[in-house]
């Protein structure tokens, strides 16, 4: 009983060592390579080529999480009037890199209230009905407001520099 054991073992570890030994033995070494295959292979490995520039890697210097869209949003209207903001705001540039929240407070006798802010700043604000079309209108009207509003805050914080002050104290 304890050499079948000791057998199937030997037979684990086999299966387990034979692929190693297998690529091993298949993947020629780079020195045994032709000198102009080797030059090849290190051209394909470069960052840089004949054919274009060097690969750069882009880095933010911040850790801020940008272009993101958050829907805080409770009812139909709301949630109509987030789909419609958020598509018209897809392909603006400026919206785009914002990290915008949108957030509701539902009212019976009112309609919705609902607000479009970028951090701790408000930039839209509007009561809704309960009607979906109304909510598509306002997303409309919403996404020029902000956009302008967001411009108007990136050329004032471009034109205040302190230097005590970080870029979200600014703010």
Known sequence: MTSLRYLMLACCLFMSISPLLATSETQPSTDALPINEQEAIDSINQLSSPD???VESVRSASSELTGVMVDRTITMAGKTFYRAFSQR??????IGNATITIQERPDARWGSQIWVMDGNRMYFRTQLSPRISEADRAAGEAV???EEALLRHQIASALTSDKDLGREEIR
């Open 52 to 54: 274009g520039p060097e």
């Open 144 to 146: 020029q407001i902000v």
């Open 89 to 94: 705001a897809m392909d603006n540039m400026i």
